[in-house]
């Protein structure tokens, strides 16, 4: 099992940054593919990023590519997303994921292939 917990969330004015944590207790991280969405006020939780379980593959939401990176540190057990040039369009309480995947490539992209989640960080973009 994995517990998850995010961090770095906050008020930031429109074309600013912030850099999102997502900390993973337990000795197994290396074996999750690990994923970012977000839900905003009256709308479903949606997808932003994901990576594989080495980090060697990324995916990225349309909404966010080019402005948000995902990456990650094993020897951390934890994962990150740097997000750039916010737009209010971005406020949202953002949560990290979890999945337990055996392929080395593999970057899931739905709801319902992560079991683990986190309890979420608010992430709100000024104009």
């Known amino acids: 099992q994995v517990q998850l917990v995010e961090s770095g969330g906050g008020l930031v004015q429109a074309g600013g940054s912030l850099r999102l944590s997502c900390a993973a207790s337990g000795r197994t991280f290396s074996s999750y593919a690990m994923g970012w969405f977000r839900q905003a006020p009256g709308k479903e939780r949606e997808f932003v990023a994901g990576i594989s379980r080495s980090g060697g593959r990324t995916y990225y939401a349309d909404s966010v590519k080019g402005r948000f990176t995902n990456s990650r540190d094993n020897a951390k057990n934890t994962v990150y997303l740097q997000m750039n040039s916010l737009k209010p369009e971005d406020t949202a309480v953002y949560y990290c994921?979890?999945?337990?995947?055996?392929?080395?490539?593999?970057?899931?992209?739905?709801?319902?292939?992560?079991?683990?989640w986190g309890q979420g960080t608010q992430v709100t973009v000024s104009s």
């Open positions: 994921a979890a999945s337990f995947i055996i392929s080395d490539v593999y970057v899931a992209l739905r709801v319902n292939e992560y079991a683990y």
